[in-house]
């Protein structure tokens, strides 16, 4: 299984009583900060340094009672990161809330996207199209599918505005 | 899989290929919950599970739906001070195990020898309540009345197939035919969303088979891995179990129904 399993992964054989083991699992760093495994992604470098720097941010960053990034929150984020990336769409801008929660801002060619993670599957997200005044506001929890047609048609409004 | 009985399905084996089962809980961090605090943990089992090892931490998981994978996806991690450790908790014949870490909660059943031993799920999942209700109050009483907040549940069953060769899969697993194959190994991975009556995604089952052999080569095996994941209904403990109830009823159907009638005679299903 992948490394997030609590399997053991240690096999007896009944037969001979040798031990058939394949290992997984491990996570050891040294340094606390964002790094992605993935070198050709094009999100990489942007967010990597963007999220390091977040990490950082010490009680009252703001100026005010600005808390701490919320560790829960930024994972849960992390991993919502890798289900919208969009091949051709450039990296969301990031913002941390003085709550220590974490807002994901897309401005492209008049498409705007705002996604809030407020918490593990506790999304508030909106946009506001080309030509519209209104926003559309929608909240998310476990299905990302509208957020992924979202990221679909941010990536076709920055692909117009580069024809443009 | 399984010398479980369940009242629904009646499915059980005197002699099933079962190694592992696992029940893990997954919860947000508690504020003031450090690594030094690991030993105060074990002191609330350590009668039960007086060994420990020390491991590196797991990742979280958070299963989403609608999501289609991408190839040049980044695979982000928090890459924290290596002060986090994860900690197994070993009962003295190492059958039972207990895992922590700072927001995981894991417990173990493994097959040490024959399969005797085997506890059953319903004895497997109380005392897997209790400990959690157990760490529950700790929280409440040493965090200033601070409580678990789970995000993430998901409940595993490994089994592991001796063969003599790969092409015998297909005469144990009705969905993987290698009978024209002289495979040298075996990898497979399949995910199923399962849906709540209004048709809203719930949990994710994974069906993972891999080729296994011994370490001087010889003996060869299949690990067949049937895995149910998902956020439960509400953060609280009871729902949390539910879903655990939920998965192991849906994985014993799974497995039933992806074995062969060959397989469930060897294994003696009654």
Redesign the interface.
Known sequence: ?N??????????????R?????AK??????????????T?????DH?NSK?TEL?ALEPGWDGYQGEKL???I???T??????????GLSAPSVIPGSDGTIQLEWHQNGYDVEIDVL???DISACRKVPGSEDYEDVDV??????L?NWMTELKHAEELAHVG | MIDDTSAENEISFSYPPL??V?L?IQF??IPGLLSIHANEVWELYKKEYPNIVE??????????????P?????????????VGSRYWFMTTDEKG?L?YQN??I?S?W?????FSGYPRYERISSDFRKNITKFNEYLKQRFQGQFLKI??V?I?Y?N?I?IDNFREVGEFLNFLDLAHLDAEGVSFNAGEVINDKQG???ARLSI?V?S?????GK?K?I?F?L?YR??PNSEGIDDAFRFLDDGREKIITKFNGMTTAKAHQLWEKY
């Open positions: 299984m490394m997030h399993s609590g399997s053991t992964s240690v096999f007896t054989n009944t037969r001979n040798n031990v058939i083991s394949s699992n491990l996570r050891a760093r040294s340094n606390q900060s964002v790094y992605a495994s993935y050709r992604s094009a999100w990489k967010l999220f990490l919320n560790l829960t930024l994972d849960f992390l991993s919502l990161l890798e289900d919208l990336y969009c091949d918490n593990p599957y929890e476990k299905d990302i599918s509208i992924l | 190694n592992e696992v893990d947000a961090q491991q590196p931490l797991l990742e979280p998981a958070f299963e989403k739906f609608g999501a289609v991408q190839m040049n996806a980044p695979n982000f991690s928090v890459a924290r001070p290596p195990l895992q927001d995981r894991i173990n493994r097959k040490q020898g024959d995000n993430q998901e595993s490994h592991v001796e809203k995604p719930i993972i891999n296994l052999y011994s370490n001087q003996d095996a690990t891995t895995a998902g956020k």
